[in-house]
């Protein structure tokens, strides 16, 4: 029997062992009206043989794209060291470390991941993961309002060029707590917020979300805003992409005082893009909120002999202990993707981290000029950008990129996805992992595809 | 050691990062990093040694027999994990367009088939990140259909007492004000206290059957008549469905919305805590408020679908949708088991639990049911030993490490003082259930005749019992520079 | 510095610790005029980004053929447990387990593939490996000569349906010791060996080596070949497929004394057909012979608490010990590719080793019914055969084979290979992988192929 | 625990076996099997928590400093495994045509070229298994080169006391008799023993150079040219490559043809005693005596050289190409250092074992050879402690493994007693070494205060010390049933 290990003979000598004659029997106490006697509307099962045949045709559907969408997902290169440590039976399969003698391997490791992350983003503490970097938002947003004594009102100002599945996850999640969600406009031309900020009084907001790149690859002006913010008596939440934080100004450096709260998507950082998941969210702030911190956190202590180890800690912000009262209801977290995103911080150290960084800067410059020299072609915003940008095309984004995927290349996003009078902006993406020649096949591509879009009538159009 | 602690100054694994990186000249100065984080500086040999060491500090279901109760430890097959990490789905962008996503969109598309087959209700999201997201799903799908219906005064919602922590916090979470129910002595749910309870502020009730206590609600039907009765929906906390795999259904047994862990009983690995998966399943009149997205069908094509068809959704949980890569998982192992091995799953679980519960009690452990079936799991208290010995659950527990064999849960439910929640699963052989047996009369036999051996054990794992109070009074979070080396 | 961990500092201390100026000066003891100072007609190096792009291009470029080639290598379903399990660094990174204390690891799984391997040959003792199959059989012919007391002269009679790289490989490596082989041929009707045997006396022949299957596939009547060997005091090794014992009589049972060595490739049992390599030898024999065996030997024994533990043994028979008198110059073996046999073989068991046997042997069946039933085909030999046969057809098998691979169909082996008159006829090979599917294709593209072939004048016919 | 002993008859992983397996009638009864073999019957978790763990009970390079001199332990890059796993090379029957093995064609030529130049040689065969097997191709070519110019008088080859035990053997393999050459005080070879032992019935001499003692021959001119003068030829064994990696070459030096232990100088992974893969170069003179098969490349595709283009082959070593896979990840490693990291290798390989050996030597312990230079490795002897302590290389070898490091090599070579053959590599931090140096310190500290302690060694692992004699005595290579499981 695929993995149940009982021999006929075991079967018999325990259910003589428990005194029943079936394994049935078991089952005696669910009223008989509820049960039912199979699964019979499911498949017969495969053998993994069979399995392999059929999973390896279906992720061979799936493959062979040039990827130059990011849009909260980017391709980087992940060090094969990273996958065959993290895949190890021993943290691949253990569960949370709540027997922490027994788990000093994942507790360490989070104690080391908390120590890198932290200091990535110039804050004092990171906690051991949330879900998604959207996810992990949300939770900004309800830490925000716990920790932020002065607001009279749960209010969040909301950049209002962060992406857009971002602000959707932020509704979904918080919106029953009564939090009010408002938007702080971005700039047309810039594509970053507006310089000129609404008027408000101390303690109208709660909290103000800044996203860093902007969901467009725009870099904001970060300092100003962060001071605006505090000077209301308002937290600032940034939402970060981790790998720029190699090289651009970190969160905690933001302005006077640094921002207080941190999230964002840890995917860069050695997941691979996979469907979208499993990636994981973090979250860091400063000292004074950690006691409103969601999420699992591992301190160092001493054993009874002295010696130093690791173990959970502040679990009275915890559901399993707090109950109703607990800062977050999240339980399991995203702990291998951690366990990968650690790994793949100690490879990199901070030079390989801003050598990326750069690396996908350029090679993004390197293609928005080559893509601007095209007729027709423009850049939509001004800004400066980071490794991903706006291009706003003679003919809608759509049919650009259904036309350019026959080449197989995945040209971008269709940024009517933001907003329908984007429809000609194609936000597009360059990492490390392209090439030279990668970046010149995708430009002979969109010249082809442009000839052939202009030229005829298209239905798209 | 810590990583940091290996580290030194200017070294670098120069393969890993790209060699060409210029400056970036076009971005102003002062929105650059001035000074770069403290990452280790570290060779790839010193990292690979580094967190191979670390890794075999860790207890796992590769290595040990682990019975964790509630958790479902169950062995996770390598050709699952193999398949899944196949480059075509890796390399694969959420925000691909459907023609070239078929591969996943139908492995996603019969996972819901499935869930809904094996729970009896009528639509399935797979989006929620962990068993803990689809509570939030469920229960905010519950307040989104009472709003729906100009039903703005149920701000309450029921929570047994023997709830996991995550059901009352996930509520609260929702905007609703928590009613507990209290537990009778057989371990179902107070009949009376509940009904003393229901009334026209409900918005709905949060069960779990087999409940947290390792029984079958036997008055289940009654429970969710009481609730729809005064117009309150039922949540099912699928975190136990290990135990009624092809037995019974939540949908039959009156629930409107429920959560399946997928990293419970579809045998996805926990990671050290994470990723999980948690899809939400929903009857008819709880479908149209599912998050999004999911994936529909029309017999040729797979595609998404998002807010623009399904209005009512409680909206989105995630950035794109939900731990995609545990999902193709579940599909895999289900798959794999087909509809004879899921029913199996739940047998042989149940025949597991039973069988050690047995024995244990033969052995002089005491059950905290023990009029009663035990579901995949059940609980043996150590009430008794604390009063007369002095020994502890904790210390139980910690003793069994030494044998290694990570502990049962502890102290979970609170009701049951000094309380094993055991759950064997069906995965383990009737040899490692008699050794476990074994170990365990051992140890209850050194807390007799010496029990400092029990008291201070763990002895033989990396570190000794640890100071939690300490962790939690003088937080070290983090690493800084400054520390010495001697600290760690 | 790729994989060299100093840093300038360390470099400092180092040269300073040991009195030099520079790492050059460390290389003075070497003579000027044989000094080189650069590599650079080798290029430069790359990236493991880089890398990963090159050779993922290359594995693609040999990839996407349905295989029904076997001759000596076999396609069968590896179980994912199987290198998720042996790629664990602590086997992966160890080396031949010297210090028994630090490798029990490796020393106990090499202790139960010796039992496994042993009982599944139906003998008393398996070495640890050897290199392959084929110069595994070496090591068994020059074992036979030492262990055969009896032979006047170290004359061997090798079966002629042997594989004929097997052949090459035996007159490579034991010509140079004065060892005389030659053929026991084989009926041309039958493909397996004349049942009238050659006259010879007591002692003219050390050893006789019989293929079962043979090279053909085809089952040989091994009872009477042992028998007609042991009468005439010569041993008898038999090269077997570990696959077909799960169903064919095993060596050690072979007419009324069982074979005295045995040995053969290892690659079917759980290791990738990877080119060619690495595979691993089998060698087992009779207790009285095990003094006279090559390769590493692991025996279970008592630590000083009398604890049982494992450690290499008998190593006087090796040329660490005995240099010039050892019993081979084998050193390295093929360990991790043993230890994924071991793995295989356990999740196998028994059981399912005969299922894999089984059903390939019916696949095989199903496509040679089909294939002799198209005009022209017809089965070159008339024996029992497992899991492989020889199709004789209308044209030459090379046109056939060159003809299908635009189909991505590797239809077989080209007997001309083996020898010129056997060009018209290919070897083909069907196991458990090929699904009815599969062959009904490979049926039809060749049904097309011979269309097309025998109507057209071929270049190559 | 043996897998033996867990094993309940009548378990099967059903998901690994095909599933429809109908007898095979057309064999005749008399063919087939009558009792299945005794395998174990386990679960597919069994299977891995069992392996899972024996794998725990060993030291290896990804978790222990490994100094095993003339083993070359160095770190064995995880990418140059990851790319020579791809499925693409996996499936990849030996036996396809040419058209469709281009991808793994090249990658053997690059490496044929690659190694002719590091070597000075003109021409490589990569189908030698290990590198005995590379010395068995190499000494068979000069017995070829020899019979093909009629010159069958020579019967003798010389090898140095100080070789490689795989040295000897492989003459005699190859039907040489042979002779032992002493080395000098130095460490060199002694040349007027050299010069005495050499004449028309020389065949040829094998060497190492740097030698197994850890020095470089500096009379390897003077050698080459007194055999070749006498019409002998040189073999060089090349598992001490490591050391002069773009410093010199063997070609350079005079040799005839030599090997490379890829698994050595090309960080191949020891897999726990192999696979490796013995790379056989060759100048002008023996190149067409090369065993087959090579690779050519005709400027447009890569193609076999087999018996019909190499007439004078020694013909074939295995029944493919040797260890494909091997091969696949030395060019990996190969072309990720490029000409720059290669030359890199044996700077830092020799700037550790000369950090190592300084330090070592300063802190009491005793160098064979003080007056030299260490190439890429060193010994130091325990003659001493043997003599005043009752200590030996043995006693601290094994305590060594009580601190977490692999014991370097004892006992070889034979001719400087109680010795340890230390060999760093460049992967090693000089952390690493430093910890060396000082857990080596405490053992001998140990060794003078409590002796006991240092012959007991070790403690700390899974067994004590090993009763290898009993083993030898008492032959137990197999399990049986029969034998009761408390024996295991
Ligand atoms: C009964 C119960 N409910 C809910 C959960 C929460 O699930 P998750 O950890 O996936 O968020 C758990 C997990 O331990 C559980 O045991
Ligand atoms: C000096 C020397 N020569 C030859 C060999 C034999 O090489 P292999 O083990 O690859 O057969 C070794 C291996 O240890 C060696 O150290």
């Known amino acids: 029997m695929p993995f149940i290990p009982h021999t006929e003979d075991d079967v018999k000598t325990m259910l003589h062992a428990i005194g029943v004659n079936s394994i049935e029997d078991l089952f005696d106490e669910i009223p008989q009206d509820l049960r039912i006697n199979n699964l019979n509307p499911i498949a017969p099962g495969l053998t993994e043989m069979a399995m392999g045949r059929d999973m390896k045709a279906r992720a061979e559907r799936d493959a062979g794209l040039a990827c130059f969408v990011g849009a909260g997902a980017y391709e980087h290169h992940i060090p094969a060291a990273v996958w065959q440590i993290t895949g190890r039976g021993e943290f691949l399969t253990a569960y949370t470390p709540y027997q922490a003698e027994a788990s000093q391997g994942t507790l360490q490791l989070l104690y080391e991941y908390q120590s890198m992350m932290a200091n990535l983003m110039g804050l004092e503490v990171s906690n051991a993961s949330l879900y998604d970097g959207a996810s992990a938002l949300a939770e900004a947003v309800l830490m925000a309002v716990r920790a932020n004594t002065h607001a009279k009102e749960p209010r969040i100002l909301i950049a209002g060029n962060l992406h857009p599945h971002y602000r959707q996850t932020i509704e979904a999640l918080v919106r029953p707590q009564g939090i009010i969600l408002e938007t702080l406009p971005y700039n047309d031309t810039t594509g970053c917020l507006e310089t000129s900020r609404p008027k408000i009084d101390n303690g109208d907001i709660a909290a103000v979300v800044i996203a860093q790149p902007n969901f467009f690859g725009g870099i904001e002006e970060v300092d100003g805003i962060t001071d605006w913010a505090h000077q209301h008596l308002a937290l600032v939440i940034a939402v970060v992409n981790p790998i720029a934080m190699a090289l651009l100004k970190e969160p905690g450096a933001w302005g006077e005082r640094g921002a207080d709260i941190v999230c964002g998507e840890g995917q860069p950082l050695g997941i691979p893009l996979a469907s979208g998941g499993p990636y994981f969210g973090f979250l860091c702030t400063k000292m004074e909120y950690v006691r409103q911190m969601p999420g699992r956190l591992i301190g160092r202590t001493v054993d009874q002999n002295g010696n130093p180890g690791f173990s959970l800690t502040l679990q009275a912000r915890e559901q399993h202990i707090r109950r109703a009262k607990a800062t977050s209801n999240i339980c399991t977290n995203q702990g291998l993707a951690v366990t990968a995103a650690t790994i793949y911080m100690s490879l990199l150290g901070a030079s390989g981290l801003a050598d990326v960084a750069k690396a996908s800067h350029d090679h993004s410059s390197t293609l928005c000029k080559a893509l601007t020299a095209l007729p027709g072609m423009r850049l939509r915003f001004n800004s400066p950008c980071f490794h991903e940008f706006v291009i706003e095309c003679p003919c809608t984004a759509k049919a650009l990129i259904h036309t350019v995927l026959k080449d197989n290349i995945l040209a971008g996003l269709d940024l009517s996805l933001m907003s329908p009078e984007l429809d000609r902006c194609l936000l597009i993406c360059v990492t490390e992992t392209k090439t030279a020649q990668d970046i010149n096949a995708y430009v002979q591509a969109i010249k082809r595809a442009l000839q052939h879009l202009t030229s005829s009538l298209t239905v798209e159009d | ?488």
Not at chain 2, 74 to 81: F, L, S
Not at chain 2, 449 to 459: I, R, W, Y
Request: charged content about 20%; some cysteine; overall charge neutral.
């Open chain 2, 1 to 488: 050691m810590l990583i940091f602690e290996i580290s030194a100054k200017g070294r670098k694994n120069h393969l890993q990062a790209p060699r060409l990186a210029p400056e970036a000249k076009d971005i102003p100065a002062h929105l650059l990093r001035r000074t770069p984080p403290i990452f280790p500086e570290v060779s790839e040999l010193q990292v690979v040694r580094h967190y191979t060491q670390l890794s075999r500090k860790n207890f796992s279901i590769d290595t040990q027999f682990y019975p964790l109760g509630s958790c479902t430890m169950k062995y996770n097959p390598r050709g699952v994990h193999q398949l899944a990490s196949l480059e075509g789905f890796l390399q694969h962008h959420p925000l691909t367009p459907i023609s070239h996503s078929q591969g996943y969109l139908q492995s996603a598309y019969e996972l819901q088939e499935i869930l809904s087959h094996i729970t009896g209700l009528s639509a399935v999201s797979l989006t929620p990140m962990a068993g803990a997201q689809g509570e939030f799903a469920g229960v905010a799908m519950i307040r989104a259909y009472h709003l729906s219906r100009g039903d703005t005064a149920r701000t309450e919602f029921l929570v047994p007492d023997a709830a996991h922590g995550t059901n009352p916090a996930t509520a609260v979470m929702c905007g609703f004000r928590i009613k507990e129910i209290p537990t009778d002595k057989h371990g179902d749910v107070d009949l009376n206290a509940l009904r003393a309870a229901v009334g026209p502020h409900t918005a709905g009730i949060m069960l779990t059957n087999p409940s947290t206590l390792g029984v079958f609600e036997r008055h289940i039907s009654e429970i969710a008549k009481t609730i729809h009765d005064v117009g309150g929906l039922l949540y099912y906390d699928g975190a136990n469905l290990n135990a009624i795999l092809g037995k019974c259904r939540p949908g039959d047994m009156g629930f409107d919305v429920m959560h399946i862990n997928l990293h419970k009983t579809f045998a996805t690995p926990h990671g050290g805590g994470g990723p999980g998966s948690g899809p939400v399943a929903a009857n008819e009149r709880l479908k149209p408020f599912l998050p999004i997205p999911t994936v529909g069908y029309d017999g040729d094509h797979y595609y998404w679908l998002t807010e623009k068809d399904c209005p009512q959704s409680i909206g989105r949980l995630s950035a794109f949708m939900g731990n995609a890569g545990i999902i193709l998982r579940a599909n895999i192992y289900a798959r794999l088991l087909g509809h004879e091995g899921l029913c199996r799953v739940s047998e042989y679980a149940t025949l597991n639990a039973n069988y050690l519960m047995a024995r244990l009690q033969q052995a002089g452990f005491t059950l905290a049911f023990a009029d009663r079936r035990a579901s995949h799991e059940f609980i043996i208290t150590f009430k008794k030993e604390a009063k007369t010995m002095g020994i502890s659950a904790k210390d139980i527990a910690k003793r069994l490490l030494d044998y290694g064999v990570h502990a049962p849960t502890t102290y979970f439910p609170l009701l049951v003082p000094e309380c094993f929640l055991i759950e064997p699963t069906e995965t383990e052989s009737k040899e490692e259930l008699d050794n476990f047996i074994n170990i365990l009369m051992t140890i209850l036999k050194e807390a007799k005749e010496s029990p400092e051996l029990v008291k201070q054990a763990p002895h033989t794992l990396p570190v000794r019992r640890l100071d939690d109070l300490k962790a939690a009074r003088e937080l070290d979070l983090t690493w800084h520079k400054s520390k010495k080396p001697e600290e760690a």
